[in-house]
């Protein structure tokens, strides 16, 4: 990567504080994201992706501790002020959830909704900002953009919030956008509406933050991908290398997982042996190491280090392929 | 894009709910009665009619008395409207009073939650701990009695359920997604709580408040009754329930009228209150 990143993250860990005991949420997760790239970061309910990004925002629950650093064009985001956080979030980060049933409010009309940001920032009159509500939601492919102002979101159907929300997003035309899981609640047409407007959002050099579980929509739009297991990074390449030759053997076991029309036999779809580690389980190792095909004795003893080599890094004490020993 | 969206909206529907019109029709009738009946009657509400014998009489229109008149022989007619606009006076603002104070620290704390959360629903509880007959009975040692002395009282008891019942709510809405956007569109804490969480809260609110109002007009009834609200001559439909009571078997319309009058008033308030709650929820269509 040549050009400085726009969101550099070392080391974050998250942890949550419960009855139970700490669960590690995220662990020592370091990585970059390029001015205009788009990272996909994949990985089950429950390895932390989500929570990754909510760190980097400030939108983790009270009884979260992070460590680690999170920089935006330099500015440390973990631990800032409201204040500064506030002045980061919203105009050059901004942020997607993955429910558009629940992420408008539901007593403000979709006009009132869109212009809110700019009216509270003092950077529109309330012409200015009707008129580039108006063009965000023609910009997300919204028919009758002009009614639709008027409208409240229990009008809309779920694709058509989903829209609005990512209009919303990119009102103050951010940077950096963090969709998270946001086709997942919605159906597949659906999908690939959405997706076609995320992808087209791109085209302003927008750089983007998709968090996913669906490798297909990894394929579609993302330039690198970053997989994650039990709140680990385990891999991250350019999708087109990972979906070639998956270095870490959990990467390998989830492009297996994929159904393939293609394939000759319709049998049983594959699946990975397992499951996940439970929250707070402390696992010795890799914690991948009671699922995997390829597992060593050292891998039982000791956690691997992510190894980065030109253009992806692996955790695994027995890559499929060894990046950082590739020329 | 109108600043009124929400409300007008509300407005329409409501209109088109029967029950609540009628109410509405009859509440503003009651308003107007109570407003206009004890400047246009010939009798005063302290004025007795020494040309009755006895002097409690029943209802007549011989004899000018429409409603009758109470055991000293004054107009009832007068004294029920005039009753009515202390009660209603009383309950509105002390209804207002709490649910300004209770709204904006209920969602205050909800939002916020946390150790700010803590300290303020600890003081809410301190102040649910001191019996309130007895703080209302210091506040008028202090302050001498008066109208407004009781309008402070009732409205600074009433915010405590109202800050409890919109702090839950809050915490609720806390989790929604849509805070969680609001806050990543990088909107201070004051406008979420203002835009995103008041008006989510409003539907719970208007019903709790047609239910505080009619609390508050016994509330006031028993404060009345202890010699602590409202004093004579001046009246409330409380007072005038609770004399009435004591004639209630030599002269049963003391009873009857300003009785009919409270539970009319009730009833009108507890339809508004379903039609709003029904209006304000943009789902309704």
């Given at each position: 990567m040549t050009a400085a990143p726009l969101l550099s993250i070392r080391d974050l860990s998250v942890d949550f504080?419960?009855?139970?005991?700490?669960?590690?949420?995220?662990?020592?997760?370091?990585?970059?994201?390029?001015?205009?790239?788009?990272?996909a970061?994949?990985?089950?309910?429950?390895?932390?992706?989500?929570?990754?990004?909510?760190?980097?925002?400030?939108?983790?629950?009270?009884?979260?501790?992070?460590?680690g650093s999170a920089r935006f064009q330099g500015q440390e985001l973990l631990g800032a002020s409201a204040a500064a956080l506030n002045a980061v979030r919203g105009t050059r980060i901004a942020m997607v959830f993955q429910d558009p049933m629940n992420a408008l409010t539901p007593h403000l009309s979709i006009g009132r909704q869109l212009g809110e940001v700019l009216l509270d920032r003092g950077l529109a009159s309330p012409l200015e900002a009707r008129e580039r509500g108006l063009a965000a939601l023609q910009g997300v492919g919204l028919a009758d953009a002009d009614s639709r102002l008027r409208q409240y979101p229990h009008e809309l159907s779920g694709g058509q919030r989903q829209r609005v929300a990512i209009a919303m997003a990119l009102m103050t035309r951010p940077e950096l956008l963090i969709a998270d899981e946001p086709t997942t609640a919605l159906d597949v047409t659906v999908q690939a509406q959405v997706l076609r407007v995320l992808r087209?959002?791109?085209?302003?050099?927008?750089?983007?933050?998709?968090?996913?579980?669906?490798?297909?929509?990894?394929?579609?739009?993302?330039?690198?991908?970053?997989?994650?297991?039990?709140?680990?990074?385990?891999?991250?390449a350019p999708v087109r290398e990972l979906f070639a030759a998956p270095a870490h053997p959990y990467a390998a076991a989830l492009l297996e997982a994929v159904p393939r029309l293609s394939e000759a036999s319709v049998g049983r779809l594959r699946s990975i042996e397992g499951q996940p580690p439970a929250p707070?389980?402390?696992?010795?190792?890799?914690?991948?190491?009671?699922?995997?095909?390829?597992?060593?004795?050292?891998?039982?003893?000791?956690?691997?280090?992510?190894?980065?080599?030109?253009t992806r890094a692996v955790a695994c004490h027995a890559p499929r392929i060894r990046p950082d020993l590739e020329s | 894009m109108s600043e009124g969206g929400l409300w007008s909206e509300a407005g329409r529907r409501l209109r088109t709910n029967r029950a609540a019109v009628v109410a509405g029709g009859v509440l503003a009738l009651l308003v107007l009665a109570s407003l206009l009946a004890p400047v246009a009657s010939p009798h005063a509400i302290d004025q007795v009619d020494w040309t009755l014998s006895p002097l409690a009489s029943p209802p007549?229109?011989?004899n000018g008395h429409w409603f009758g008149t109470d055991s000293n022989g004054r107009d009832l007619f007068v004294r029920v409207w005039s009753g009515t606009q202390v009660s209603l006076l009383v309950?509105?603002?002390?209804?207002?009073?709490?649910?300004?104070?209770?709204?904006?620290?209920?969602?205050?704390?909800?939002?916020?939650?946390?150790?700010?959360d803590d300290w303020m629903m600890r003081f809410v509880d301190v102040l649910y701990a001191l019996p309130y007959v007895f703080f209302v009975i210091i506040l008028t040692v202090v302050f001498g009695r008066s109208l407004w002395l009781i309008f402070l009282a009732i409205g600074a008891v009433g915010w405590l359920t109202m800050a409890r019942i919109v702090r839950g709510q809050a915490l609720a809405l806390r989790q929604r997604e849509f805070v969680a956007a609001a806050i990543t569109l990088g909107l201070p804490a004051h406008r979420i709580i203002a835009r995103h969480i008041v008006p989510n809260v409003l539907g719970t609110v208007v019903v709790y408040a047609t239910l505080t109002v009619p609390q508050v007009i016994l509330f006031e009834s028993f404060l009345s009754f202890l010699g602590l609200g409202v004093q004579e001559p001046l009246t409330s439909l409380g007072r005038l329930v609770a004399e009435g009571a004591l004639e209630m078997e030599t002269a049963p319309w003391q009873l009857l009228v300003p009785s009919a009058v409270l539970a009319l008033l009730l009833l009108c308030l507890n339809f508004l209150g379903d039609g709003l709650r029904d209006a304000l929820d943009p789902r309704a269509d």
């Open positions: 504080v419960t009855p139970r005991g700490r669960v590690q949420a995220v662990r020592e997760a370091s990585l970059d994201v390029a001015p205009g790239e788009c990272l970061v994949v990985g089950e309910s429950g390895s932390g992706k989500s929570q990754l990004f909510l760190a980097c925002l400030g939108l983790l629950a009270a009884r979260a501790a992070t460590r087209r959002a791109r085209r302003d050099g927008l750089a983007m933050v998709l968090i996913t579980h669906d490798l297909g929509v990894v394929a579609g739009i993302a330039d690198r991908v970053a997989i994650m297991y039990a709140g680990r990074i385990v891999e991250i707070g389980e402390i696992v010795q190792g890799c914690a991948f190491a009671p699922r995997c095909a390829d597992v060593a004795e050292i891998c039982r003893r000791e956690v691997p280090s992510l190894r980065p080599g030109a | 007549s229109l011989a309950a509105v603002l002390a209804t207002l009073v709490s649910l300004a104070i209770g709204v904006a620290w209920g969602a205050t704390a909800g939002y916020l939650g946390g150790r700010v």
